[in-house]
């Protein structure tokens, strides 16, 4: 048996990956900083060297095509470090949520992109298991059905629980080790060893990537002192004048937090129904920050609600400075998302572009990578994206509620968007952005599509209902209840049309697939609702034996309020709810 185990850490966002590492090596965590890169941690136990590698989790909900290439080389890059590599994989699940199909889809393609061969080397460890009440891993495996079976079956049904909160003698580590020493066993010591034609070509990716990312940063380095130099004295009075700025984006990417951060405002998780105008000084000029209705991100322009293409329309009567086109960092942006972009900015016109720069949300999920790094490993939609705004971008690095102390992501973005202004004087009438060639659209039968009013009509009433439902389960939970999902949006099979006509009409096979994806980080920012309230009332239980009447007033008032704020439907991100109070939060 080899003298010394290497283990490699794999699970979803937030689902406790860090705490386990740490319990188990009995490490004290120096930072509850989220997992964003790889991180080596060794120990001893029993004699033998552990060496362990934690990994950055991905969303529950996310396809793998939806997870950003920043991760899946992290996920590939994981079995390198630990040479000559893993003996185990742990994949952690976390039982407060109920485990669908689509959860288990998405675990076995983030496991399967390292490689098929990983099942026969991986123990399922799941966390967070105070929500099983009186009963046992084993009933828990067994009551959720057939997708959780699978999934346990893949590892040879290898699986433990593990909740650090609960092992207070050590006697689950214990148990943990002993399975992993069982596996290492069962495969006669045998380690996983990682592709080396994969591994070299990642790592020349990365390399190229790396050198592009410094080329653009030094790009717009040069650009802006360019800028700089020719600001006249008559052109610097813009740095007191008011400046008016609109926000667009899709919905769940952090638009309406971003123009909080920016007037250092109280953060607002309504709605987004109609322009909202909202003034504020920042550094003594006055700034005036117009928030539109989100569109969606994988469906077409022609299903927007009426209402928000008319609003968007509607902000730019305000003659905006300018305009931040709002993309969160946490998620890949493919073509199609740059198609989606394309129709819903169409009707602005072409000469939009000179006045709209990319504001990137969540940029914490970057980790040490600069924002160039995750434009130029995204590939070539979003560096034509950032290219069409002219190369200008700015990120937000959080979006917390303790930044409107901490001024300086705000101010640099204001000097950027001065240099815009600058710049969109200086152009030449003429427009060198040209829209993308719309693609032709294939022949196919009436019955294969959908009217596009009855689909509007379908997604608002859904969105709607999601929010009721949320909002009526938040009020009856208690700490011992159990969480359940619902079911995802399916698409209705008795909506057709008799007339082909794409602008009036949707195609029906393409239709459920973006469904599905346009509802997942909907569903992850659900699930972050619970487990915080869930968190809340946890402590409001424990403080009940010890704490006096106003002490439980007082807590009672503090869920109540974060209840009341976190009513959001289309127009927050799941982030916002991880970054609202950092020390609620787990690690990863």
């Avoid at 099983?132 to 346990?152: A, F, M, P, S, W």
């Avoid at 859904?462 to 949006?489: C, H, I, N, Y």
């Avoid at 972050?528 to 403080?543: F, N, T, V």
Wanted: charged residues 30%; glycine residues 4%; aromatic residues 6%.
């Amino acid at each position: 048996m080899a003298d010394e185990l290497r283990l490699v850490l794999l699970g979803g966002f937030r689902s406790g990956k860090s705490n386990v590492a740490h319990s188990f090596l009995n490490v004290k965590c120096e930072s509850d900083q989220m997992t964003t890169q790889c991180v080596k941690m060794e120990g001893n136990i029993n004699g033998r060297k552990i060496i362990l590698v934690d990994t950055p989790g991905w969303w529950k909900c996310d396809e793998l095509c939806d997870t950003t290439e920043r991760l899946k080389a992290e996920l590939v890059r994981s079995t390198s470090i630990c040479p000559p590599g893993p003996h185990v994989f742990l994949l952690v699940i976390e039982v407060d949520f109920d485990f669908s199909e689509k959860h288990r889809k998405v675990a076995e393609g983030h496991m399967q992109f390292i490689s098929e061969d990983a099942w026969d080397q991986t123990i399922i460890v799941f966390t967070k298991l105070k929500h099983l009440d009186d009963k046992t891993i084993e009933q828990y495996v067994e009551r959720e059905g057939e997708n959780l079976n699978k999934l346990t079956q893949k590892c040879g049904n290898r699986y433990i629980g593990f909740d650090t909160d609960l092992d207070r003698n050590g006697s689950q580590a214990k148990e943990l080790f002993r399975q992993i020493e069982k596996l290492v066993a069962e495969n006669n010591g045998r380690f996983f060893k990682a592709d080396a034609r994969r591994l070299m070509d990642l790592e020349i990716k990365i390399k190229n990537v790396e050198e592009k990312a410094t080329a653009r940063a030094h790009q717009v380095l040069e650009k802006r002192r360019k800028l700089e130099e020719i600001k006249s004295d008559a052109e610097a009075e813009h740095d007191v004048t008011p400046l008016n700025i609109v926000l667009l984006g899709w919905v769940l990417s952090g638009k309406t937090l971003a123009c909080s951060v920016i007037l250092g405002a109280d953060i607002s998780f309504d709605k987004t129904v109609k322009c909202v105008r909202r003034c504020g000084e920042v550094n003594g000029r006055q700034v005036t920050v117009v928030d539109t209705p989100s569109f969606w991100k994988f469906l077409p322009y022609q299903l927007n609600a009426d209402s928000v293409n008319i609003e968007i329309l509607k902000a730019m009567d305000s003659s905006p400075d300018a305009i931040l086109l709002v993309i969160p960092a946490d998620t890949s942006f493919l073509e199609e998302q740059m198609e989606v972009i394309l129709e819903n900015i169409r009707p602005l016109g072409e000469k939009v572009w000179r006045q709209t720069m990319v504001l990137f949300t969540w940029g914490g999920s970057l980790g040490n990578k600069p924002i160039e790094y995750h434009i130029e490993s995204e590939g070539d939609a979003l560096v034509r994206l950032v290219e069409m705004c002219g190369n200008r971008y700015h990120v937000f690095e959080s979006m917390s509620m303790s930044m409107r102390d901490d001024h300086t992501q705000v101010n640099q973005l204001l000097e950027k968007i001065e240099e815009m202004i600058m710049e969109c004087a200086l152009l030449e009438s003429n427009d060198e952005h040209q829209g993308k060639n719309k693609k032709s659209q294939e022949r196919e039968t009436p019955s294969e599509w959908l009217r596009v009013e009855d689909v509007k009509k379908l997604l608002n009433e859904e969105w709607e209902r999601s929010d009721a439902m949320m909002k009526e389960m938040l009020k009856t939970m208690s700490p011992q209840r159990f969480v359940r999902r619902g079911e995802s949006l399916d698409v209705p099979l008795n909506l057709s049309g008799e007339v082909i006509n794409t602008e009036l009409f949707i195609n029906k096979r393409k239709l459920k697939d973006a469904l599905e994806r346009e509802w997942n980080r909907r569903e992850a920012i659900d699930n972050a609702r619970i487990q915080y309230k869930l968190k809340c009332l946890d402590a409001s239980a424990e403080m009940s034996s010890c704490a006096d009447e106003e002490d439980i007033k007082m807590s009672c008032a503090k869920v109540n309020d974060w209840h009341q704020r976190q009513h959001l439907s289309d127009y927050g991100s799941v982030s916002s709810y991880e970054e609202h109070d950092k020390t609620e939060q787990d690690r990863d």
